[in-house]
């Protein structure tokens, strides 16, 4: 049995998009993964796809930015999957608006999911790794953390996250925990095909244009982003924490 087959990873927001396909790879290479999204219901097609494929996946159900919840999910996780391990905070949510129009309702709840959320998963599972004496978390931002016209809240979410990451890198790395951040550019999922709806556009005119501007010509599909996860996750990865790489066709960010 190889080392990555007794690991056991969470990921959050991980019932489409680009956790659920974070999900689906990291249980091919042989974890066993919690698919953890607001909806139990809505993981199950991510469960039924890793474990027809010979993998161990179970849903949970939780809201990250919710303490008790986190708590109580991660206490499952553990007794049924396993000592988690791993932990990929990609649950994210948009409310995009210029400052003016910005409500405080807007801001709390995706600095609540974002960041707060990525902390209280974070703390949630931290002593399993420290027992372990081994752990990977990988923490989903965006080239959007560097400023992005509409998303005030995004990017001080997404700009904080990589503060949070550089500083539990320092404070975690003496019990083998590697922390890390991606960020990614713009990926095919029903977050940015929701973005085309709100700027009055086809997502097929939005994705157009996309690939145009990116260097390597061609938009981001979720399994760019996993296969990164994949790498950061991994037992070889042990000697890279703290960084930020950017996956976004190119060298924005
Ligand atoms: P997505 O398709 O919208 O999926 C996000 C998932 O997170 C959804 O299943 C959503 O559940 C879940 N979620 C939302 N709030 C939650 C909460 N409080 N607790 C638990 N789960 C929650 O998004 P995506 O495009 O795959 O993005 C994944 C991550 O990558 C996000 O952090 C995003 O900011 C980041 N990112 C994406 C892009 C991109 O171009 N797509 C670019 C840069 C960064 P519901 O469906 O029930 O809301």
């Known amino acids: 049995m190889s080392l990555s087959s007794s690991r056991v990873a969470v990921v959050t927001g991980a019932a489409r998009g680009i956790g659920a396909a974070t999900a689906v790879r990291l249980a091919a290479d042989g974890m066993a993964v919690a698919v953890l999204d607001l909806d139990e ?18 849903p949970v159900s939780a809201d990250v930015s ?12 553990a007794e049924e999957l396993g ?35 990525a902390f209280l998963m974070t703390r949630a599972v931290e002593k399993y790794m420290t027992q ?77 244009h996309m690939a145009g501007e990116i260097p390597v010509r061609r938009v981001g599909e979720p399994e760019d982003i996993a296969h990164v996860v994949s790498f950061l996750a991994s037992e070889n990865a ?3 924490s703290g960084q930020v790489i950017y996956v976004s066709g190119g060298p924005q960010g």
């Not at 008790?68 to 499952?76: D, G, I, K, Y």
């Open 83 to 117: 000592p988690p391990t791993v932990l990929v905070n990609n649950a994210g949510v948009l409310r995009d608006n210029l400052l003016f129009k910005m409500t405080e309702d807007d801001w709390d709840t995706v600095l609540d999911v974002h960041l707060k959320g």
């Open 132 to 208: 372990q004496n081994w752990g990977r978390i990988i923490n989903l931002s965006s080239i959007s953390a560097l400023g992005n016209r509409g998303q005030a809240n995004y990017s001080a979410a997404k700009a904080g996250l990589q503060g949070f990451t550089k500083t539990i890198a320092i404070e975690l790395g003496k019990f083998g925990i590697t922390a890390n951040v991606i960020g990614p550019g713009f990926v095919v999922t029903e977050m940015t095909r929701a973005t085309a709806e709100r700027m009055g556009m086809s997502f097929d005119t939005l994705k157009q």
């Open 41 to 58: 219901a809505a993981c199950a097609p991510v469960v039924d796809a890793i474990t027809g494929a010979g993998g161990r996946a179970m």
């Open 238 to 240: 042990g000697y890279v």
């Open 66 to 77: 919710d303490s008790t919840r986190v708590q109580a999910a991660v206490a499952r996780i």
